[in-house]
């Protein structure tokens, strides 16, 4: 019996080890995943994918699965709605990979940003999870790199919810809004997950090890990136399904030749006269010289004709305009610039 006992003994110290090794392993990010992750979807500028509907609450977490390029470079944006307006004002968030490989939160609400930073990732090249959470309670941002947390920001989560988001915009995976979309991802993305709330550490670790189920309680968009595709399915069953927001396709980048007539737009044209004129009379001079091969038949000026009205910028624009009125109908967009 006493043999009995103490090998009885011996199994509860082991067993109890064993668990004690298992929530170690997870609140240390050590826990091996149970997942395989072997392929992804790329991105580039003039292509990226937008949810059809907007959240009504900022993202409580941001979990995804990336491959980056390089532990120095940014690799770029992995889910934003983040905007430049027209006057310069920024808008939304942004869940990005900086350079250095350093996860970042860009918050602005158009009159202040944030901007949060976390310590570099290692492990270009190889397939790493990243989740944010944001805990409006605690005021804080986290930062978890496989299952381990990595950083925490105290400093600007308060104010940034406090002073307000903007969320009434759908967001866009592996890319942003911004002006030409130069942020877009550099490397891969397998799997994105979102969240209405928080995850706990031991929940992250969960989902780095294990993966998270369709279900799960709070999870408002899942999706799988690792076929091609040029739409994909919120697996979550809450409609934030993705759709190629890409304008053109590729063959339609390609020259036409067959074409009856063209137009021409020119953009932002009171700035171009008041801060580039040199430029704005080099687009027109082109213009004039090819409006007969390329059949030009309309020009349109995306702006007013000056920014100050002032009578040198006028000089400016009638010089540059001058010699293609002959030859096409030029028109200027907007109040009572018309010539």
Not at 130 to 158: H, L, P, Q, R, W
Not at 169 to 180: L, Q
Not at 247 to 272: H, N, V, W
Request: glycine fraction near 8%; hydrophobic fraction near 40%; charge should be negative.
């Amino acid at each position: 019996m006493k043999t009995i006992g103490k090998r009885k003994i011996i199994a509860v110290i082991l067993s109890l080890a064993a668990v004690i090794m298992v929530f170690a392993a997870l609140a240390s990010g050590a826990f091996a995943s149970s997942l395989t992750v072997e392929s992804g979807r790329s991105f580039t500028a003039l292509e990226s994918i937008a949810q059809s509907g907007e959240y009504d609450t900022f993202p409580g977490t941001v979990e995804a699965w990336v491959k980056f390029p390089s532990a120095t470079d940014a690799a770029g944006v992995i889910f934003s709605n983040y905007r430049e307006a027209y006057n310069g004002a920024k808008y939304g968030v942004s869940f990005e990979l900086a350079q250095n490989a350093q996860p970042r939160i860009l918050i602005d609400n158009g009159d202040h940003t944030f901007d949060i930073k976390f310590a570099s990732v290692s492990g270009a090249g190889e397939w790493v999870h990243i989740a944010f959470v944001s805990d409006a309670e605690a005021g804080a941002f986290t930062c978890y790199v496989n299952g381990a947390e990595i950083g925490k920001d105290t400093t600007s989560m308060a104010t940034a919810v406090s002073e307000g988001v903007y969320t009434e915009r759908p967001f866009i995976v592996g890319g942003s809004y911004e002006r030409n979309n130069t942020k877009y991802f550099k490397g891969e993305i397998n799997s994105l997950a979102v969240f209405s709330d928080m995850r706990s550490s031991s929940e992250v670790a969960y989902d780095c090890s294990t993966g998270i189920p369709n279900t799960e309680e709070g999870l408002i968009s899942k999706y799988d990136f690792s076929a091609a595709a040029d739409s994909y399915t919120d697996l979550s069953g809450n409609g934030f399904d993705l759709t190629d927001r890409t304008f053109l396709t590729k063959e339609e980048y390609l020259p036409k030749t067959d074409f009856a007539y063209s137009f021409a737009i020119i953009g932002d044209t009171q700035r171009l006269v008041e801060k580039y004129p040199d430029k704005y009379h080099a687009m027109y001079e082109w213009l004039v010289a090819n409006a007969e091969k390329e059949k030009i038949e309309v020009v349109l000026g995306m702006g007013d004709v000056t920014e100050q009205s002032l009578v040198t910028q006028w000089e400016d624009a009638l010089l540059a305009h001058k010699p293609l009125r002959r030859q096409v109908f030029l028109i200027s967009s907007r109040a009572e610039t018309t010539i």
